[in-house]
């Protein structure tokens, strides 16, 4: 069942939040990364430069910063690194994991490809995955940090499974590696987790691998503890409402990319854990209107009231230009807080939100 | 007595200085997918590719060799997507795969093209007579199933313009030994009860523009009873070509102890979407093994083949499997 997530939401509202209404916003997780720091990735593999993996550390170091602080300069009330130091979701964690192997790059489509590594035999946990990059994260910011990790149903249908009798008890084996990191991210002081499972609006027959998955991840994890679950692009239809049973504190969507369309699937019966809407296109180059933000977010007010709904882009930013995502997060941060001082005045009639009042 | 040949239905995955010379040379949007009148500068490299192939093949010692298809960006789809008579639309998922192909949208009559007998040509001078060639083909089935029409308006006529389509391209090919016809919808999204007729009427107009042997590779699955009995009785194969590794092996066994087989058969033994490399004598055991379920007395020959293309794979993986296939032919010879 679903988890106390307002038990854990209150700790995420500045000291100087203007409005009474609180719509948490947040982002999913990756961000373009600056130019410089992709040359900087390609520079330590050529033989013939000076430039270090000690210097791409640094690189690395100073990229997070530089979109931690982008982040708050925007006005989200929890940020990211933006993902700075991972290359891929799945290549990222297989590195860190053993049991897993790289063989080369396979196709995804046209001339894209994916370093899809193999599980070759029984995973298991060596040294922590995220616990150095949330401590650096969350030394540089002011305002508490995110961290996205990708779920074990993604981390183990993605790879090729050599070792496991079936691909669903590899997802077990690394939900207990996960529920592993994510205590010692709670020890170095994370408050704020996202789950991410794009693997699952592939196959939604596989909810309840999903649900068993969740269950492990959150075994002995505190209420204090905000866990979210970003699923994208998808028929949301066929995992809801068996999503309500997710022990799971927020659900992160994607539905601006469909215009919304979607909202409906969520009415009937009652949504149980805070909604997550995405409420920006991740797939446009064009930053949508402060009004136009405004109006999406009343979308989510159709599902749940203002103190269950979070609000975030549809997915991570890294496909766009850095200035559009910019443009993008300051805009639906102020498009936020401007619907929130309007439920503050009473302009929002939450029974019908979509009404003009 | 049973021959045993190790075969493959194609679609290779480009090795890895191909993935990066062509992503430089080609792009990674949609819009620059093959369209079937690559600059030289592409084709050389294609050239090159094939020509690996060709090498790898020999090297593993296969008995019958493919062009590789490695410019078939859309997978069995690639003979529409270049055709002139079809733009192309989104990408859409392939299958049940994280893989995805651009919507063939037929909007004219598909009249002959002679893509495929191109690259044969070439694939032909590069093997020089050393092994017998095997073409490669979809099915009209699961190829009318992946494009849209929108141009013949019926899905009975559309069926059978794609049948007449890929006959007509089968007539240009040069000599080949086998030919394979790549049919996965007939699993995962079988003809309606009562329609089999017309995708085995489908599949026998393209069988019958050859002489050579017909392979009807069935993938991602065992097929449903009916449909097996139809394939086998009317599509003109010699051989059907059944996954022993997808889904419910049962159920084939089934099939084929309930209503026969075609002269040959094709075995699906060696996993093509997973990296795990079969070992030679596991392999033969399953070739044994099945052939002991067959009631009929022996049979023409058992193509040894992997259950699905081998694009799916990292290219060492792909060479693995090859040298996987005809080991175990000699563990059984």
């Given at each position: 069942m679903v988890r106390n997530p307002s038990a854990n939401r209150e700790q995420f509202r500045p000291n100087d939040h203007p409005n009474d209404a609180f719509l948490l916003t947040t982002v999913v997780g990756s961000y373009p990364k600056p130019k410089w720091l992709n040359r900087a990735d390609e520079l330590v593999d050529d033989p013939d430069s000076k430039f270090d993996a000690t210097d791409l550390e640094e690189a690395?170091?100073?990229?997070?910063?530089?979109?931690?602080h982008e982040h708050e300069r925007a006005g989200l009330d929890t940020v990211v690194d933006g993902e700075m130091r991972r290359n891929e979701m799945v290549e990222f964690f297989a590195e860190r994991i053993d049991g897993y192997e790289f063989n080369g790059p396979v196709k995804v489509w046209g001339h894209n490809y994916f370093d899809k590594p193999s599980v070759v035999e029984e995973v298991e946990y060596d040294e922590p995955w995220l616990v150095d990059e949330f401590e650096f994260t969350s030394n540089v910011a002011e305002r508490p940090v995110k961290v996205p990790i990708t779920g074990p149903y993604t981390l183990g249908f993605w790879a090729f499974n050599e070792a496991y009798p079936s691909t669903e008890e590899l997802v077990y084996d690394l939900a207990d590696l996960v529920n592993e990191e994510v205590e010692k991210l709670v020890e170095a002081g994370a408050r704020y987790i996202q789950i991410d499972e794009p693997a699952l609006a592939t196959t939604p027959e596989d909810h309840a691998i999903v649900g068993e998955a969740l269950e492990r991840i959150v075994s002995g994890i505190d209420e204090e503890v905000r866990i979210g679950l970003h699923v994208c692009y998808g028929d949301y239809s066929r995992i809801y409402p068996e999503i309500n049973d997710y022990p799971i504190d927020e659900f992160d969507v994607e539905l601006c990319n469909g215009d919304f369309e979607q909202i409906p699937t969520f009415t009937d019966p009652e949504f149980e854990p805070d909604l997550a809407l995405g409420v920006v296109d991740a797939h446009t180059a064009e930053i949508e209107p402060v009004e136009e933000i405004k109006a999406n977010i009343r979308q989510g007010l159709r599902v749940v009231p203002p103190e269950k709904l979070t609000i975030s882009p549809d997915c991570g930013l890294k496909l766009l230009p850095r200035d559009i995502a910019y443009g993008k997060t300051e805009n639906m941060v102020t498009a936020v807080r401007e619907v929130e001082a309007e439920i503050d005045a009473g302009e929002i009639d939450l029974d019908n939100p979509l009404a003009d009042d | 007595m049973t021959e045993r040949v190790a075969a493959t239905p194609g679609l290779y995955p480009l090795p890895d200085w191909a993935k990066e010379t062509l992503s430089d040379l080609k792009g990674h949007q949609k819009g620059d997918l093959l369209s079937g009148d690559e600059s030289e500068a592409i084709v050389e490299q294609y050239d090159e590719v094939r020509a690996e192939y060709v090498d790898d093949q020999l090297d593993a010692g296969l008995d019958r060799v493919v062009e590789g298809q490695g410019r078939w960006d859309d997978m069995i789809a690639h003979p529409l997507t270049v055709h002139d008579s079809v733009e192309t639309g989104g990408i859409v998922r392939y299958y049940d795969n994280n893989n995805f192909y651009r919507d063939p949208r037929v909007v004219d009559d598909l009249d002959?093209?002679?893509?495929?007998?191109?690259?044969?040509?070439?694939?032909?001078?590069?093997?020089?007579?050393?092994?017998?060639?095997?073409?490669?083909?979809?099915?009209?089935?699961?190829?009318?199933?992946?494009?849209?029409?929108?141009?013949?308006?019926?899905?009975?006529?559309?069926?059978?313009?794609?049948?007449?389509?890929?006959?007509?391209?089968?007539?240009?090919?040069?000599?080949?030994?086998?030919?394979?016809?790549?049919?996965?919808?007939?699993?995962?999204?079988?003809?309606?009860?009562?329609?089999?007729?017309?995708?085995?009427?489908?599949?026998?107009?393209?069988?019958?523009?050859?002489?050579?042997?017909?392979?009807?590779?069935?993938?991602?699955?065992?097929?449903?009873?009916?449909?097996?009995?139809?394939?086998?009785?009317?599509?003109?194969?010699?051989?059907?070509?059944?996954?022993?590794?997808?889904?419910?092996?049962?159920?084939?066994?089934?099939?084929?102890?309930?209503?026969g087989s075609t002269d040959s058969l094709a075995l699906g033994l060696v996993d093509g979407q997973n990296t795990l490399v079969e070992e030679p004598e596991t392999i033969a055991e399953r070739v044994e093994w099945f052939e002991s379920q067959i009631p009929a007395e022996g049979f023409d020959r058992t193509y040894l083949t992997p259950n699905t293309e081998l694009f799916y794979l990292p290219a060492n993986k792909y060479r693995a499997k090859l040298n996987a296939l005809t080991a175990a032919t000699e563990v059984l010879e």
């Open positions: 690395h170091d100073d990229a997070c910063r530089l979109i931690t | 002959f093209s002679g893509d495929v007998a191109r690259e044969l040509e070439s694939a032909t001078d590069l093997i020089d007579g050393a092994a017998p060639l095997a073409a490669t083909l979809p099915g009209p089935y699961s190829l009318a199933e992946l494009a849209t029409d929108e141009h013949y308006g019926d899905e009975a006529a559309f069926q059978a313009a794609i049948a007449e389509f890929l006959a007509g391209e089968v007539e240009a090919f040069p000599a080949h030994e086998t030919l394979f016809l790549l049919e996965p919808s007939l699993v995962t999204s079988p003809p309606a009860e009562g329609e089999e007729s017309a995708a085995t009427d489908a599949i026998a107009t393209v069988a019958d523009a050859t002489d050579a042997d017909v392979v009807v590779q069935t993938f991602y699955g065992a097929l449903g009873e009916k449909l097996y009995a139809h394939l086998v009785d009317e599509a003109g194969a010699d051989a059907l070509g059944l996954d022993l590794v997808a889904g419910d092996r049962d159920d084939t066994v089934y099939n084929v102890q309930e209503f």
